[in-house]
């Protein structure tokens, strides 16, 4: 599957099964963006992934965190 210029949102994405989709949709030619409650997993996701990755720290279960972004 090409997903060339995709950019592909993986929640949980920076650790286990979400940091391995976030790699296979780079592999494949898309910008992963992950997400994850904690700064520190988005960065060490980010030295693992590809230059371009994009990362966001955002509480998913925190209804003004939300409306914020």
């Given at each position: 599957?090409?997903l060339?210029?995709a950019r592909?949102?993986?929640?949980?994405?920076t650790?286990?099964?979400?940091l391995?989709?976030?790699?296979?949709?780079?592999?494949r030619?898309?910008?992963?963006?992950?997400?994850?409650r904690?700064?520190?997993s988005?960065?060490?996701?980010?030295?693992e992934?590809?230059?371009?990755t994009?990362?966001?720290t955002?509480d998913?279960?925190?209804?003004?965190?939300?409306?914020?972004?």
């Amino acid at each position: 599957m090409n997903l060339k210029n995709a950019r592909v949102l993986v929640i949980g994405g920076t650790s286990g099964i979400g940091l391995g989709v976030a790699s296979a949709v780079a592999e494949r030619g898309a910008t992963p963006i992950v997400v994850s409650r904690r700064q520190s997993s988005v960065d060490r996701a980010l030295a693992e992934l590809p230059e371009g990755t994009r990362g966001a720290t955002v509480d998913l279960t925190d209804q003004s965190a939300l409306d914020r972004r």
